[in-house]
């Protein structure tokens, strides 16, 4: 019986798809009915993107597969890698047996993560339209941005309908960056103060001069300058094009901002493949309210020749994304930097890849410089975090996502005490 | 739907040209606050609704006794009762 059902429904198919008089009258009833059109083969799915790695139609792809078993050991052999997971897609263990016998990786569900991995790097390079990338202008004054999520942040900002996850990961890998210092800032932040969110009190008392520079009434003092927001180690972040970071400012109209990228891999020539190094900071003016400036050069460089004096909380505040303070690639590097940003007695908001990243940097702080530092902001997720999932080639089980943890701190400031 | 200039000359974003129905990124950015805005319906609607049931039953009481029957004679009684058997008569034929 049902095997006649669906030999009637493929024959029914049939006829609507190769007439072309029945497939308009088809769709007419279907619009009538408000039914959904049917899906378009290019429409990204979990089935079309996923391909494995080592035999994926990407040349980067299978690139980063040869890779990963190049470098990469498998966690229950300690052998190489020669194993590509039959669920994920993506060469995780040295051999069939390894990979039935790592209870763990099956009992964490890693590979479903490590397939989310696979099918947004696939469905990055499949070549569709990627209408996501169109972004917004000015926010019109009566309608007020919702930094609840990303979904209500989208909508009240009236960007393209983020249907997907491919959508999603697509557009939030990119604005991550702008709109995690944007809910931070904002005077409506989803961030609220302890118990009922992360912020301490410490936090709520940067914030605020932050605030006051912002959000400017007939009260405020005359600002002689535009608010800075360094971007320390800045990598990737600084490549973005300018409209993206534009969208920042379009969160606050009307307060001139200037964004200042800080570290020796923040100004990359694309067409020599190569960073540049300047001894002048290089200036991209976006519009008069907003302005990219790049110092090719390390913080405490520019902090010991007093490049950026006067520090002023009302004025700067820091961001450092991913930095791996405590991390074991980056000893040391960070020390004479951090000493420096604790002196500007300005607020410090560093992210994180994953908890574990995030943990071992606020170790590293509280073990180095407890007794100089406030928190102001607790560790919590971001709620503004990359939703994309990526992978670390030399390790494929250690999976994060950029942005995913937020943290605060600032310098101690000793006030006056009346005895 | 969003009000204002740009909504009235474009069509949203956020509802499927062929349909009209929500977008599925619209439904998830509305989900949290689908029950709060669900009760306040439920209580701004239970105002005028109550007012409603509340005058029916209060009008229905009323028996209309107090409407005074304006005075009449006892020949113009007997003259209407005359008049009203005798159609009565005409109606039973």
């Known amino acids: 019986m049902a095997a006649c059902f669906a030999?009637?429904?493929?024959?029914?198919?049939?006829?609507?798809?190769?007439?072309?008089?029945?497939?308009?009258?088809?769709s007419f009833f279907r619009n009538a009915l408000g039914l959904d059109p049917p899906a378009s083969p290019d429409d990204p799915t979990t089935e079309n993107r996923f391909h494995p790695w080592d035999s994926s139609p990407s040349a980067e792809l299978r690139t980063r597969a040869a890779t990963i078993k190049a470098n990469a050991k498998c966690p229950v052999s300690h052998k190489d890698i020669q194993y590509t997971c039959p669920i994920s897609g993506i060469p995780t263990h040295h051999s069939k047996e390894d990979w039935e016998n790592d209870l763990e990786y099956h009992q964490s569900k890693r590979y479903e993560l490590l397939k989310k991995v696979n099918i947004y790097e696939h469905d990055?390079?499949?070549?569709?339209?990627?209408?996501?990338?169109?972004?917004?202008?000015?926010?019109?004054?009566?309608?007020?941005?919702?930094?609840?999520?990303?979904?209500?942040?989208?909508?009240?900002?009236?960007?393209?309908?983020?249907?997907?996850?491919?959508?999603?990961?697509?557009?939030?890998?990119?604005?991550?960056?702008?709109?995690?210092?944007?809910?931070?800032?904002?005077?409506?932040?989803?961030?609220?103060?302890?118990?009922?969110?992360?912020?301490?009190?410490?936090?709520?008392?940067?914030?605020?001069?932050?605030?006051?520079?912002?959000?400017?009434?007939?009260?405020?003092?005359f600002r002689d300058r535009p608010l800075r927001i360094f971007v320390l180690g800045a990598r990737a972040e600084s490549q973005l094009?300018?409209?993206?970071?534009?969208?920042?400012?379009?969160?606050?109209?009307?307060?001139?901002l200037e964004l200042h990228f800080v570290g020796p891999e923040c100004l990359f020539d694309p067409e020599k493949?190569?960073?540049?190094?300047?001894?002048?900071?290089?200036?991209?003016?976006?519009?008069?309210?907003?302005?990219?400036?790049?110092?090719?050069?390390?913080?405490?460089?520019?902090?010991?020749?007093?490049?950026?004096?006067?520090?002023?909380p009302y004025l700067d505040v820091f961001f450092l994304f991913h930095p791996g303070l405590g991390a074991p690639e980056t000893n040391g590097q960070w020390d004479e930097?951090?000493?420096?940003?604790l002196e500007s007695k300005c607020a410090i908001f560093t992210t994180g890849y994953n908890e574990f990243d995030t943990n071992?940097?606020?170790?590293?702080?509280?073990?180095?410089?407890?007794?100089?530092?406030?928190?102001?902001?607790?560790?919590?997720?971001?709620?503004?975090?990359?939703?994309?999932?990526?992978?670390?080639?030399?390790?494929?089980?250690?999976?994060?996502?950029?942005?995913?943890?937020?943290?605060?701190?600032?310098?101690?400031?000793?006030?006056?005490?009346?005895? | 739907m969003l009000l204002g200039k740009r909504a009235a000359i474009h069509p949203s974003k956020y509802l499927n040209h062929k349909t009209w129905r929500m977008t599925p990124s619209f439904i998830r950015a509305r989900q949290p606050y689908f029950w709060k805005n669900f009760a306040t319906f439920f209580i701004l609607a239970a105002?005028?609704?109550?007012?409603?049931?509340?005058?029916?039953?209060f009008l229905g009481k009323d028996d209309l006794a107090d409407i005074e029957i304006p005075p009449i004679s006892e020949e113009d009684l007997k003259k209407l009762k005359a008049e009203y058997e005798a159609e009565k008569k005409l109606e039973g034929k």
């Open chain 1, 7 to 26: 030999s009637a429904v493929r024959f029914a198919n049939n006829i609507v798809r190769n007439n072309p008089q029945v497939r308009n009258i088809a």
């Open chain 1, 124 to 221: 990055l390079r499949s070549g569709r339209p990627f209408p996501e990338f169109e972004f917004p202008e000015e926010q019109e004054s009566d309608m007020l941005v919702n930094f609840l999520n990303w979904d209500t942040f989208f909508y009240t900002r009236l960007f393209y309908s983020m249907d997907t996850e491919f959508n999603l990961a697509a557009a939030t890998k990119i604005l991550s960056y702008p709109i995690t210092i944007a809910s931070v800032l904002h005077e409506y932040s989803p961030y609220f103060l302890k118990p009922k969110g992360p912020l301490t009190l410490e936090g709520l008392k940067s914030i605020a001069a932050l605030r006051y520079t912002l959000y400017p009434d007939e009260t405020s003092t």
């Open chain 1, 241 to 256: 094009p300018a409209h993206i970071w534009k969208q920042l400012s379009y969160l606050f109209p009307y307060v001139p």
């Open chain 1, 273 to 312: 493949n190569l960073y540049i190094q300047s001894d002048t900071p290089v200036v991209k003016r976006v519009d008069e309210d907003f302005a990219l400036v790049h110092h090719t050069n390390f913080f405490h460089v520019y902090h010991k020749s007093q490049d950026f004096l006067p520090y002023d």
């Open chain 1, 337 to 341: 930097t951090i000493k420096g940003l």
């Open chain 1, 360 to 419: 071992r940097d606020i170790n590293w702080l509280l073990s180095n410089y407890n007794k100089d530092l406030d928190i102001l902001f607790e560790k919590t997720n971001n709620i503004f975090g990359s939703t994309k999932w990526e992978l670390n080639d030399s390790n494929p089980h250690e999976l994060y996502q950029f942005n995913q943890q937020l943290f605060g701190f600032r310098g101690k400031r000793y006030h006056a005490i009346k005895k």
């Open chain 2, 47 to 57: 105002i005028p609704t109550s007012a409603y049931f509340y005058t029916y039953k």
